[in-house]
């Protein structure tokens, strides 16, 4: 066989262009002209083919050259319940090929309280797991050795504590504390501007997150000892150039922090230590600039503001959890494919790929995911990872004009952001911009929505369609015991009746002690771990040292500029109040230790704007507080947010606060991820209306409101 001969076998399109060829042979007049073209064109396509091929092949031949990357971390965010049920489910998934932990806390280890106290009523095991002591932390990694493993903890004001109680656990285990590796979020100021689980004022909470680069620096050099995390700035409504900033100006806080704390030859290693969370969301192309961004400008940080000349230093290490603000209750499978393509915003890059990736499950608008829906997110990083080529290649996008125009851009409205809050004095004393800029930013977005600018599939378009075959029996979600608590206060009462009294005195003094002399708090609370002091004891210590701190809510009492579509509602708000008399007061609260507060937000934001007096104090009240409260402003109307599943308990105690309080005829509303049996409980209790992610309409709940307010209801003259 002739060299050409091999090469037209072996050429993709050659067979089917000798077909064509033998036909033609055949014909004679028009037809054969028809086949001679068709002849034609099917060789000039069999050239074009074997031209590919051959570059295709050379392709194959330089990657078969070089091994292809290792992939991200595969993680999944997850807990819940108790330590023994969250650790058999981490054991499961790494089973499944998990390649990381990624452990989620419930609210109360989160916010420094033990699960018996009276703000942790109705929290306990819900969007977490519940450590309060040593003990739990050592079920919690029953027969997962931690020496080998790679741990992040999504955990901020008690990280100093939880990174304690971790060291603990592994000497336990005779683990060589040198070789940890994993990652405590330790990132107080997304705290402030959108997470709300923080504790102290800023000053000392930076003090405490140095402590920790600091421990780690000399105690465990390959632990990550502080995450910088935009993830939930974009929860909140941020714009790519603000959740640059924003991040980037938290990072240069830190550094700030660090730098006078170690010796200058030592500064660049923890400078390289200080790792990311990301937020990824559904644009996935300006997502992809927004990382590609990232690097150049963490790059340009170090180098030009820090001094550190090793490229090494230098990298933009970050991990990712993709967009949990965009999946909708609405057709939930549909976030299936918005999950997907948000992953592929942050690996598709080699030069900004993620070097881990955990990924919400289809219906977490609806709940708490099940095993099954966990394990779902777990195969699409597998599959991504490990069947496709994106591996095998270099960056898919260098040099691409468009990508490199967006990136640009981007920085640039990153870098004057980043001079606006210099000039505030860095991110501490700019928290309260940021915070406004924030809450600004989320009415606009949720305004774009409403006006079906921004288009979501299912809830703005496309309304229409089948019910979803997953939602099955248990209402496609995973429902946590009531009794959970109860067994859990129990466990926590017995630890405290077991442990020697005098060594927690002891070791609780020299934690006090530490910290009012300014010195690093991680030893100690190292030996308090051990000692069996609580969460609650060591939150308690750092609330008595260091006092506690109220967040800013970024909601100004003076009314907006975003007043369009809003004319009818004005009026209606004007109608009513002169039937009241005064102006229609709507007191919004916050129960519970909930710290999500952008939809409260949104919702006092929308009803100042309509023109009612509004009261809303911010996250982290007790139902008797929040009654307390609308004695005072004798409110027409009282809504409650609650996102963390505790509204059953929470808006039970309330409801029972409101009529021995003399307030039953007071209509209470509430807000959150509230699944359809609850919702029909809560309006037993009295409830007048309940609204779920479903219920993006902020205009129609404004007039609900009204409707509720009226004292002479239109629909009843």
Known sequence: MSQVQKERVSTPGAEASDRVTDRAAERTGPEAGK????????????????????????????????????????????????????????????????????????????????????????????????????????????????????????????????????????????????????????????????????????????????????????????????????????????TPEQELAFALAT???????????????????????????????????????????????????????????????????????????????????????????????VTLSKKARARAVQLPAWNEALGLPRPWDQQWSMRMQQILAYETDLLEFDDLFDGNPAVDAKVEALKEGARHELEVLDGMGGAIGAIDYMKSRLVESNAARLSRIEAGETVVVGVNRYQQGEPSPLMTGDGGIMVVDPAVEAEQIGRLEEWRAARDAGAVEAALAGLRKAAQEGRNIMPASIEAAKAGVTTGEWAAEMRVVHGEYRGPTGVSANRSNMTKGLEDLRDMVDAVSDRLGRRLNFLIGKPGLDGHSNGAEQIAVRARDCGMDIRYEGIRLTPEEIVAAAQEEQSHVVGLSILSGSHIPLVEDLMARMRDAGLGDVPVVVGGIIPEEDARRLREMGVARVYTPKDFELNTIMADVVTLADPKPVAAE
Request: glycine share 8%.
């Open 35 to 238: 086949a001679d073209r068709e002849s034609g064109r099917a060789d000039r396509q069999a050239d074009r083919d074997s031209g590919n091929a051959d570059r295709q092949a050379d392709r194959d031949s330089g990657n078969a050259d070089r091994q292809a990357d290792r992939p991200w971390l595969i993680r999944t965010y997850a807990g819940h319940s108790t330590a023994a049920a969250s650790n058999a489910l981490y054991r499961a998934n790494l089973a499944k090929g998990q390649t990381g932990l990624s452990v989620a806390f419930d609210l109360p280890t989160q916010t420094g309280y033990d699960s018996d106290h009276i703000l942790a009523r109705g929290e306990v095991g819900k969007v977490g797991v519940p450590v309060s002591h040593l003990g739990d932390m050592r079920a919690l990694f029953d027969q997962i050795p931690l020496e080998q493993m790679n741990t992040s903890m999504t955990i901020n004001a008690t990280a100093p504590w939880l990174l304690a109680l971790y060291i603990a656990v592994a000497e336990e285990q005779g683990a060589d504390v040198s070789k940890l590796q994993g990652t405590v979020q330790n990132d107080l100021i997304k705290e402030y501007l959108s997470r709300g689980t923080y504790i102290c004022p800023p000053k000392p909470s930076l003090g405490m997150i140095g402590d920790v680069a600091e421990y780690c620096l000399h105690n465990v050099p390959k632990w990550n000892p502080m995450n910088v995390c935009s993830y939930h700035l974009q929860e909140a409504g941020a």
């Open 251 to 345: 990072a240069v806080a830190v550094l700030d922090e660090l730098k006078p704390r170690v010796a200058e030859e030592d500064f660049p290693a923890m400078a390289g230590r200080i790792s990311f969370f990301v937020n990824a969301g559904i644009r996935f192309v300006t997502e992809i600039c927004k990382m590609r961004a990232f690097v150049d400008l963490w790059d340009e940080i170090l180098r030009d503001r820090y001094g550190v000349e090793d490229a090494k230093f230098r990298r933009f290490r970050y991990g990712v959890q993709v967009n949990s603000l965009g999946l909708t209750e609405q057709q939930p499978e549909n976030n299936v494919y918005r999950i997907l393509i948000e992953m592929l915003a």
